[in-house]
């Protein structure tokens, strides 16, 4: 749908009948719709390249309340969520003879200031996982990043389980527990994530780090 800017007498901007209308280095243009024939068979291509959007999109639907903190407004325009999307498309997606993976080390669950943080560590005993952490005091310090809330996730390897605290902890805590038992005889993988964000409306956020894997 186009919109107009300044009103009834300003220039149109989007999508009228078969006519797009933008602005290129501040010049109004005007172009025709190309054809689309709905019809048309894909190519490998354009199949793979939908197979690993539908892959990414579904994969993130179960981090949705995580990445509406940790991307927000990382991208102008754009919707955290989608800006995850962007990001884990671009950089975080592998493919092999069995189809599409997430690269874990590649995957982030927020996005912004490069993290502080120098050492975390994991363990498990009793059905508690324990995440330790320590951090650059001058650079929190600096950037006054001691308030930031943890976003502290931990997926299977198989995709089924998706868990974890949201705004939990403050990064100077510097631990946070998580409750994950054992689900049956069988040892789970699980991958685990932590981030910070902000809670003071300002919409920073630090680069989430992957810890690594934990079985249990």
Known sequence: ????????????????????????????????????????????????????????QRFLSNLTVALRLGFHNYKENQTAFNSAMSYTLTNAVRSDEEGFYIDHSALRISKGIPSPLNEVTLTYEDDILTCDWDYDKTIVTDLHLAGFRSLLLFMSDDELTFNGNILDKAMDDKKEQIRIPRINDVDTIYHVHLGFVATDHSSRRIDSVYIGTITI
């Open 1 to 56: 749908m186009g919109r107009t800017k300044k009103g009834l007498n300003g220039s149109v901007v989007g999508k009228v009948g078969p006519h797009v209308f933008y602005q290129w280095k501040g010049i109004d243009c005007v172009r025709t719709r190309p054809r689309v024939n709905k019809n048309r068979k894909l190519s490998s291509d354009e199949t793979k390249n939908r197979g690993k959007f539908a892959y990414v």
